[in-house]
C-alpha cells in the first residue's frame, strides 16, 4: 500500500477499539479506592502489545497482509484483556503476601462475605506458593489497609459454598464458566482461606 492511500475505515474502527481495550486494562483499576495495582502477567504484556498493534492497523505504511497478521495477533492479545477488565469492574482486594522467592506480591483476589467473615479462593498451589495459610498481613478492601491472618480450610463443603458465592457474585465468574474459562464448581485443587483480622 503507497503511504499516500488512505487506511480502510474498518482497520481504522479496529485499530482504535484495540488501543482502547489496551488502555481500559490499566484504567480500570482506577475505579477501585486506595493503592494503583498495576496489571501483570498476561493481561500486562498484551495490553501493552495492543497499542502499538493499533497503530499499526491505522498506519498507511502497513501493507494489507501485515494488517491481516496483525488483526490475527491483537485478537489473540484481547482476550486475556477482556478477562481482566471484567475481573476488575466488580470489587477487588489487595491481599500483600510474598511469592516462593520472598519477592513481595500484590495478589488480586476476588472476595465474597458469609456470617462468619470475608473469604476468598484460589488454587492450592498459589496459596500455598504465597505461604498465605496463618500468615500476617495487610489487605486493601475499599481504600482501607488493615490487617489481616488468612486461614485455610481444611472442609470441602466449606470451599463449595464460597466458591458458589464467588460465582453468583462475579459477572466475569458466570461469562468465563459459560465459556468453559473458569470452573463453576470449585474443583479438587481449589481451597478457600477466610481473612480473619489480626488480633490486637
Not at 488502555?23 to 495490553?47: D, E, K, N, Q, W
Not at 459477572?171 to 485443587?189: D, N
Request: proline residues 4%.
Amino acid at each position: 500500500m503507497s503511504t499516500n492511500e488512505s487506511v480502510p475505515r474498518g482497520y481504522v474502527i479496529a485499530g482504535i477499539i484495540f488501543i482502547l481495550i489496551g488502555l481500559s486494562v490499566f484504567a480500570i483499576r482506577l475505579t477501585h479506592s486506595g493503592t494503583y495495582a498495576i496489571p501483570h502477567g498476561a493481561a500486562f504484556y498484551s495490553a501493552l502489545i495492543l497499542l502499538p498493534l493499533g497503530g499499526l492497523l491505522m498506519w498507511t505504511g502497513t501493507r494489507e497482509f501485515a494488517r491481516w497478521i496483525v488483526m490475527i495477533i491483537a485478537v489473540i492479545a484481547t482476550l486475556p484483556c477482556i478477562y481482566s477488565i471484567g475481573g476488575e469492574s466488580q470489587e477487588v482486594i489487595s491481599l500483600y503476601a510474598t511469592d516462593a522467592e520472598n519477592n513481595p506480591v500484590d495478589l488480586r483476589l476476588w472476595i465474597v462475605d458469609r456470617e462468619d467473615g470475608a473469604w476468598v479462593g484460589m488454587g492450592r498451589e498459589k496459596a500455598i506458593n504465597h505461604k498465605l495459610d496463618g500468615a500476617k498481613l495487610e489487605m486493601l478492601r475499599a481504600g482501607k489497609r488493615v490487617c489481616v491472618v488468612p486461614s485455610l480450610s481444611q472442609d470441602q463443603s466449606t470451599t463449595r459454598a464460597i466458591h458458589a458465592m464467588k460465582v453468583q457474585k462475579y459477572t466475569t465468574a458466570r461469562i468465563g464458566g459459560a465459556l468453559g474459562f473458569y470452573p463453576l464448581e470449585a474443583t479438587p485443587s481449589t481451597v478457600v482461606l477466610r481473612l480473619d483480622p489480626c488480633s490486637a
